[in-house]
């Protein structure tokens, strides 16, 4: 028969998915550890894009949250495994509670998840070997732009934007490949880490996920204590934390935030905070006294969270194999947490 929107859609998503994309209102999104950073960032592009209203919360605090349920509301859960207990909770609750329609992004297609959700969409990273979340969440936001693609043309996405986004997506493995030549410099940048006890990383609006993602991957193989902050609310706090023993990780993509992270870098700057900026090339920062520069390639802010997120993977994964902690393995943790 003939190839029309909805058999792709159904295709890809599961029977039914045509009509239940048409009918959403709302987005609620639930997930654990890296799974739910890959959320945040979607929260970011679905509201601005689609204009539907958008919330994001880790299921071990949803599932046992009393839910007001808004009608229209797509329940989406994100999970590498498919099997996290805390996720899989929360999908049964949505269900009991009357969420409308519940859609998984998955990476197992036999995982009880995908199969007790309504709809779902397979990231296909393959299995991650190590305990940290590496491929499966850049994998995860790629498929979120390709629901957030979906949800758009529902809600009328003009088709040069589409177009646009399509196309940063056909560019995205050479753009990783270029990143990732930037693997000798982060191993030498690494040597600045092994030693500490702590590090901080920023960023503002999309990157402000990324920032919590890279301090995770620190924490979870190299046992460093690292938080992620979203760099306007450094002078409510951690600002007391900085000095010469914190270095602070920041990723400044050329969007309409460079100016404000930037007075925010300087701030830390005035502070003694030694700095590791992942810039894009045009970003206008210049290496100085404390000031390390590592140049990204442009890149449209659409796919900016799936390349500025592969360098600090590598910044965790250098740290960890220089202080001889096991990258694959890490102490305390658990690839899939089923209890
Ligand atoms: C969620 C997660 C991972 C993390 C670790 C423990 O798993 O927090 O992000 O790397 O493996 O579990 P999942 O629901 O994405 O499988």
Redesign the pocket.
């Known amino acids: 028969g003939r190839l029309t929107e909805d058999t792709v859609l159904e295709a890809s998503f599961g029977p039914k998915a045509a009509s239940i994309f048409k009918q959403v209102r709302n987005i609620q999104i639930v997930?654990?550890?890296?799974?739910y950073h890959a959320g945040m960032i979607a929260k970011y592009g679905f509201e601005s894009v689609t204009r539907l209203p958008c919330n994001v919360e880790v299921a071990s605090e949803f599932r046992y949250r009393r839910q007001v349920v808004q009608p229209n509301t797509l329940f989406v859960t994100?999970?590498?495994?498919?099997?996290?207990a805390d996720?899989l909770a929360a999908l049964r609750l949505a269900k009991e509670v009357g969420y409308a329609h519940t859609l998984a992004i998955c990476n197992v297609p036999e995982s009880s998840l995908v199969r007790e959700s309504e709809l779902s969409l397979m990231t296909r990273a393959g299995p991650e070997i190590g305990?940290?979340?590496t491929k499966?969440f850049t994998t995860q936001l790629v498929a979120i732009l390709l629901l957030l693609i979906v949800l758009a043309r529902r809600n009328g996405l003009p088709r040069d934007m589409e177009a646009k986004v399509v196309e940063q997506l056909r560019q995205l493995p050479g753009m990783i490949e270029d990143v990732l030549k930037l693997d000798s410099k982060i191993e030498k940048l690494a040597e600045n880490f092994a030693d500490k006890h702590h590090a901080l990383f920023l960023g503002r609006g999309m990157m402000y996920p990324v920032a919590l993602e890279g301090a995770l991957k620190l924490k979870?193989i190299s046992y460093i204590h690292a938080e992620g902050y979203p760099a306007g609310e450094l002078k409510h706090g951690p600002l007391a934390l900085v000095d010469a023993d914190v270095p602070i990780v920041a990723v400044a993509p050329n969007d309409k935030l460079l100016d404000k992270l930037k007075s925010n870098l300087q701030e830390v700057r005035a502070r003694g905070g030694k700095l590791y900026v992942f810039a894009d090339q045009h970003a206008g920062m210049s290496a100085g006294e404390g000031v390390t520069i590592l140049e990204i390639a442009p890149v449209d802010i659409a796919i900016s969270p799936i390349i500025y997120s592969v360098p600090l993977q590598l910044l965790a994964y250098h740290v960890a194999l220089l202080k001889g902690t096991d990258v694959d393995q890490p102490r305390n943790?658990?690839?899939?947490?089923t209890v």
């Not at 943790?333 to 947490?337: D, H, I, Q």
């Open positions: 997930a654990c550890g890296t799974s994100i999970s590498q495994s498919g099997e996290t996720t305990v940290a979340s499966a979870e943790l658990a690839k899939s947490v």
